[in-house]
Structure formats: structure tokens, C-alpha cells
């Protein structure tokens, strides 16, 4: 099998497979094959490597961790859209929320989206409390093991085909639809984000710094 004139061995794919749990707790079935050799191919040239045993080793090495949050973030699946799973939303609305609010009145509700992947079941989330209580009253934190996507999360900005997954209300009350250079894509509006804390986080490892939660999201 390969990818650009590079072979990846069965023996390689072991190797970076048995890294990347370590590193994520993720375990990549023998069908993602290919996608690794795909996905880690440019990473090898832009590195000068000939091939993958040698992009083990160089990893392995680096001192820094970058190489090997690098490799997660490039073998890190990130399928995700706005009001995934619309029903968990909607008893949220109707009624975990306001339930919330008569059985512990001035207690600010806060929700851990665990592992956000681009921020769009945080925002989703969002959107609900600040049609519950308004723009105070509630906190949302988001985790993800990728760097490359808690930083798309932080911007708020996406194309503008994913919103439409955004019921229409709400669609124009906390999202902006980009001009001139953001043409073709959309922003949450800023009350919202404000209100949205994104960071990394291993799920393997024990939480510490944050929390508690009222309320967690985790799915995958």
C-alpha cells in the first residue's frame, strides 16, 4: 500500500498505531491503514523522512511533544456538526434547563462538552442556554485532544453550509454571516463565545483545574 511513492508496512502501521493510543487512547482498526499512510505522507516529505519507521523514530525523539501532537492532530477524526443528536438538545431546552432553574435558582449551570471536537456541539449547547436564561447564568467548557481543532472552536468561525443544521431562530439570532474575506463562511456572534472556554484535554487523563459540571456531553 501507498501513498505518493511511500510504502507503509504492516509492521509500521503497528508502530504508529500502538503511538497513537498511547498518545490519544484511540485505537485505529486495521481499516484505517491507508488512511494513515495518506494523512501522515506529507508529513513524512515536509520532514525529509524516507519513511515511516524513520517518522516513528523522529517522533519517539522529540523532545518537545510537538511532533507527537502533530500526529494526533492529523490522525484525530473530527466528523461534526451543529444539533447533533437534535433530541439531546431539545430536553435540554424543555427540560432539563428549566428545571434547573426552579430547583437551584441563582446557581450558574455550567456544561463540559468533553471532547468538542470544532466547537459545534458546545455552541449548539450555547445557543439553548442563552435562550433559557439569557446571556447570564451559564458557562460552557469545551475539550478536545486536537489543538488544530479547540483552535477552530475558539474563532467560532465555519463554512456556512454547516449552519445549516441550525434551526433558523437561532441561526439568526447568535450567528453572523460573513463578508468580504469571510465570504462563504459564518461566525458565532460574540455574546456566545464569550461565554465559551475551549482548551486540550486527554480524556486519559484525570481531570484537574476544572469542574465540577452540572451537565456533560461526551460522545464520540
Not at 32 to 54: D, F, H, P, T, W
Not at 115 to 127: L, V
Not at 141 to 150: L, R
Not at 196 to 215: E, V
Request: overall charge neutral.
Amino acid at each position: 500500500m501507498s501513498s505518493n511513492g511511500l510504502n507503509l508496512t504492516e509492521k509500521e502501521f503497528r508502530q504508529i498505531r500502538d503511538l497513537f493510543f498511547s498518545l490519544s487512547g484511540v485505537l485505529l482498526s486495521d481499516a484505517k491503514k491507508s488512511l494513515v499512510a495518506g494523512r501522515l505522507a506529507k508529513i513524512l516529505r515536509e520532514r525529509g523522512l524516507e519513511n515511516y519507521q524513520e517518522y516513528v523514530e523522529f517522533v519517539k525523539a522529540d523532545g518537545s511533544g510537538r511532533e507527537k501532537q502533530i500526529l494526533v492532530d492529523t490522525l484525530t477524526t473530527n466528523e461534526t456538526y451543529f444539533f447533533r443528536e437534535e433530541a439531546h438538545f431539545e430536553y435540554l431546552e424543555k427540560e432539563y434547563l428549566p428545571r434547573f432553574k426552579v430547583e437551584q435558582p441563582g446557581k450558574p449551570l455550567r456544561l463540559w462538552s468533553a471532547a468538542c471536537s470544532t466547537g459545534a456541539e458546545a455552541y449548539s449547547a450555547a445557543m439553548v442556554c442563552a435562550e433559557v436564561f439569557g446571556m447570564n447564568g451559564w458557562q460552557i467548557s469545551g475539550s478536545d485532544i486536537s489543538e488544530k481543532t479547540v483552535a477552530t472552536a475558539t474563532e467560532g468561525l465555519y463554512p456556512i453550509e454547516m449552519a445549516d443544521k441550525i434551526p433558523e431562530k437561532l441561526r439568526k439570532r447568535y450567528c453572523m454571516k460573513g463578508i468580504r474575506s469571510q465570504e462563504g463562511r459564518f461566525i458565532i456572534r460574540s455574546e456566545i463565545r464569550e461565554r465559551c472556554n475551549f482548551f486540550t484535554w486527554n480524556l486519559m487523563h484525570r481531570p484537574s483545574g476544572f469542574g465540577p459540571f452540572d451537565i456533560i456531553f461526551l460522545r464520540n
